[in-house]
């Protein structure tokens, strides 16, 4: 029997999901799957800004993708994707070359700058564990420095969100609680420290409930953040950012920008000669790529829009971890010869935390705030645990403070 | 009556021990006390290696002034001392000037950085509570690092300890502890990491019995640290240092070089006019400056020359302590019109802590090393913290982790 190999680029929730899936609907003689990623673990990317403010540690968000991965049914590769050949049927890695029979690219976002000068060299991200737990520890060594300095240094203490979409707000809801420990720990008066949200629509959270957005400010303020919106970030150096409200610029000295405002498919979706729309594949209603047959595309690279409105869908880990269900299933079916499924996302809502104990969301056509909402983000978040790993893994790294 | 009015100028070994003895040994009817400081704590400089190493959080070495110092008997003044003028009887703070009839100073030390270039600028000392965690945040923020960057820097890996005596020593001991805990946390090998003492004598701990120098240096080296014994520091850069060795310059890579080389009495005693003798003051046996009647020395400030050898007793804490003892019980003499006491050093022997559970000791005449050497060293704290503010104070801040 010539059994088919299946590749999976990238252990984000699409892939992880899907290589979850598959391993428990193929039987070992069927096909050979691999999983490739950069490292030996997957991340929950939606609790890295809690990583980053540094009010939950990156082991939790962490998760071994052999405590999920069976590897006598599922290949583990641990290498870098530099390019895919779609018409070859191979993918180019950092150390070696892989053949496909049938591939998932599950590659994930990275950030976009628009070509704002700066924030390349000096802004930080919140992206993967690597630049979450830098700007933890540069948050602590901008504290730490602060005294050692004759000169007291405002931009030490002052912190800028770009962009006041989803992570903007939950950053800084996250950090709002952790700034109070921080001053404690470095001896630093609370009302020397700035959080600042710039946002360059005129209102943040563009397209939420008005009532629940207002919610949400009034909930940051009352800790100490402020707001800037209609603002635009024109350029971000070393210690200060320059940006444009009602057509002046200003400039506003901070060490931590922080930025939030864009990012984009991973770009070696585009680079490799798919055809793209905005960076993304725009996939046929089976979740393959419009140009082979063989290539599934999955979360933030796929491309999908709603039927109805005719607009996109945001890149949202809820929607990758329901792509997963139907790309292991259509690539079974591919191999079984049957039919392929159709995928149709189930908006189960938005909730967004404000921090530990607050939250804002819309789910189910309700709107909610407060502990309610947060309950139901902590929940949510055991969901995708229970189903991606079973009991054992949402008792190791579920969120169960719901009264803390 | 006409109340004396006795100032003390450092809340350091020394001068907290001089206040504590003082509010017990006076009557309030007898004299008015004052302590300066600029901190409303204490610490224990003998720590500080820990709080910078981060194998102990700075608070345990921090001790709130107001813990041993009851303010209904000694006024606390939060300021910092700029000029001493004891022909006016006076002393120059930021925020104003206090008169004194008696003067205790115990201001402690500062670094010393013989002019070699680029230390002040860019090499990190362990002098202050400021400074510890400062470096404790620099370590971590360059791990942190070291995976966000396309091109892996040593420098960021490399550590390098400029001097191999007490300071130097303790601290590299604590390092090689806390190493395996950064590297861990910030995904990086073990063996990437460089721990190197840089010695300008032929060995390090100089002065100290060969057997037990051989012992350190084995534990040390067992855990990964390296000497580079008769090197001079001739520059630190951003990241790098230039170093001679045999006649020849050399360069390393690194982002922190620790300068644990140097120390030197506080210098505003020099600039307020004293005779001093390498910046410090040889005090009469009665622990007062030559020169001033109502002016006491004690601590790193104060010199006192050993009458057989001839050579100065080292400023260690130990001795400070001992001082403060001669300098309470001669300002209430002073204040009675009594004789006032010499004072002798009670040598009670040197421990040097190699990280935890290890230790190097010449006490009582006898040799120590290992877990009975760090047993030593640590009842030995304890008993400082017990003399200082009762058993509360121990309970608080002492070492129990004998077993550990």
Request: charged share 25%; glycine share 8%.
């Amino acid at each position: 029997m010539n059994k088919k190999h299946i590749v999976i680029l990238g252990a984000g929730y699409g892939g992880m999901m899907t290589a979850a899936k598959l391993q428990k609907n193929l039987h070992p003689n069927e096909a050979e799957i691999t999983l490739i990623n950069k490292n030996d673990y997957h991340y929950q990317t939606t609790w890295l800004h809690e990583n980053a403010a540094g009010t939950l540690h990156h082991d939790r968000t962490k998760i071994k993708i052999k405590d999920v991965i069976d590897s006598n049914k599922v290949k583990i590769v641990l290498d870098e994707v530099k390019c895919i050949k779609p018409e070859e049927k191979a993918v180019k890695l950092q150390n070696g070359a892989i053949h496909y029979d049938t591939l998932i690219i599950g590659l994930g976002f990275e950030t976009a700058t628009f070509g704002i000068p700066g924030i390349k060299e000096h802004a930080f991200t919140i992206g993967n564990i690597n630049n979450a737990r830098l700007l933890r520890e540069h948050l602590d060594f901008n504290f730490a420095s602060y005294h050692n300095e004759l000169e007291k240094k405002n931009a030490r203490l002052n912190i800028v969100i770009g962009g006041g979409g989803f992570t903007g707000i939950e950053f800084a809801g996250e950090l709002a609680n952790r700034i109070p420990q921080l001053c404690e720990e470095y001896d630093i008066e609370k009302a020397q420290v700035r959080i600042i949200i710039m946002e360059g629509a005129a209102t943040v959270l563009p397209g939420f409930d008005e009532q629940l957005v207002e919610y949400a400010m009034n909930s940051l303020e009352s800790r100490g953040v402020e707001f800037i919106n209609g603002a635009l970030l024109r350029e971000c150096k070393k210690d200060s950012i320059v940006y444009e409200k009602d057509g002046k610029l200003c400039e506003l000295p901070t060490m931590t920008t922080i930025w939030a405002a864009g990012v984009r498919a991973n770009s070696i979706v585009e680079k490799s000669g798919f055809e793209t729309n905005g960076g993304k594949v725009e996939v046929r209603c089976d979740m393959r790529t419009p140009d082979f047959e063989d290539v599934f595309v999955i979360g933030d690279c796929a491309l999908i829009k709603n039927q109805e409105t005719g607009r996109a869908y945001p890149p949202t880990a809820q929607i990758a971890i329901q792509q997963a269900e139907t790309v292991a299933n259509n690539v079974k079916a591919s191999i079984h010869q049957e039919e392929m499924d159709s995928f149709t996302p189930n908006l189960q809502g938005t909730i967004t935390s404000l921090g530990n104990n607050d939250a804002i969301a819309e789910v189910f056509g309700r709107k909610l705030f407060g502990w309610k909402a947060s309950c139901m983000k902590k929940m949510s978040d055991n969901r995708y645990l229970l189903k991606l790993g079973g009991l054992s893994l949402l008792m190791k790294k579920g969120k169960f403070n719901f009264f803390y």
